[in-house]
């Protein structure tokens, strides 16, 4: 069945850096636009970074400059390089997958990422 599973979350000092990926499996890859989205308790999921089969990006203004998405199309994989992580990076990162034929969306477990000394 359709699946994506998510690695590489942690705890990390400020400053620091952390490369997330995400897996897929039981979709047509190319056809989907893959995207990071971040939730911390109590507010709504946010977008990060968007990356589409074509590898145009587009990212939050709270991280640009700071974290780069790619993805691997002949491994159905998506990554998050985290790099001068803040405090306020703390959350629980989801992988994304639009399929823009179908509309549909999928979800990954998430992934935790605390940024702390």
């Known amino acids: 069945q359709a699946q994506l599973v998510e690695s590489g979350g942690g705890l990390v000092q400020p400053g620091g850096s952390l490369r997330l990926s995400c897996a897929a499996s039981?979709?047509?890859?190319?056809?989907?636009?893959m995207g990071w989205y971040r939730q911390t308790p109590g507010n709504e999921r946010e977008l990060v970074a968007r990356i589409t089969p074509g590898s145009s990006t587009s990212y939050a203004d709270s991280v640009k400059g700071r974290l780069t998405i790619s993805r691997d199309n002949s491994k159905s994989a998506v990554y998050l390089q985290m790099n001068s992580l803040k405090p306020e990076d703390t959350a629980v990162y989801y992988c994304n997958a639009h399929d823009f034929s179908t509309g549909y969306d999928l979800w990954g477990q998430g992934t935790q990422v605390t940024v702390s000394s």
């Open positions: 039981g979709i047509t890859f190319g056809f989907n636009v």
